[in-house]
DNA sequence: AGAGGTGCTTCAATTTTTGTAGCAACATCA
DNA sequence: TGATGTTGCTACAAAAATTGAAGCACCTCT
């Protein structure tokens, strides 16, 4: 399951589901929202781009493959929704 | 997001695929099938546990909401599949 | 007693991540 | 023209996480 070591790495999830929605960040802008320090979020999204999940185009924004990922992700977010909320009990 | 920080730790989300399907794996088993280190598993195990996702009663289990997770988690791996496949055309 | 399985723990070496700082290129405004 | 702000990074040393191999203590079965 290669995808899982892609995804697996500290920020990788967080990187995608910031850039849900059509949302285009640029380098900064991620660096804030990922709250990732700058070395690794270079990191992650050299990977990320090899992967073709994210793309660069003045700014970063996902890729169609990443828009599908993100799709995937719906039931894992809402997940972590609820699961969140019940610690908060 | 906790839960993505959770899970975007080195082996989380594969630790929990392997206890799909309500798998009892041993603490050797999932070295085996996660291939992870004893040291970064029994961090893992503990994080898992701590969150309520994994068990221990003889052999490790999903909890009824890792369960949940699970099925959370099915949509991320059919997009893991075929992100695989794609890389292998 | 011996052989096998269990869940770990330990350790040093390596890899990864972090946080801060700063650079070079470009746009904007004066 | 120069000053200012923004861009995408890179550099560095320190801290944290991970690795891989070894081994320990406990249990069970023969």
């Known amino acids: 399951m290669a995808a899982l070591d892609l995804l697996g790495r500290r920020g990788a999830?967080?990187?995608?589901?910031?850039?849900?929605?059509?949302?285009?960040?640029?380098?900064?802008?991620?660096?804030?929202?990922?709250?990732?320090?700058?070395?690794?979020?270079?990191?992650?999204?050299?990977?990320?781009?090899?992967?073709?999940?994210?793309?660069?185009?003045g700014g970063y924004r996902l890729t169609a493959r990443g828009a599908e990922l993100i799709v995937a992700l719906w039931p894992l977010m809402a997940w972590s929704e609820a699961?969140?909320?019940?610690?908060r009990t």
């Open 13 to 57: 999830l967080r990187i995608v589901w910031e850039l849900r929605e059509g949302r285009v960040l640029t380098f900064r802008a991620l660096l804030a929202a990922a709250e990732l320090p700058p070395g690794t979020l270079n990191t992650r999204l050299a990977e990320l781009r090899a992967a073709d999940v994210v793309a660069a185009d």
């Open 83 to 87: 699961w969140a909320a019940s610690l």
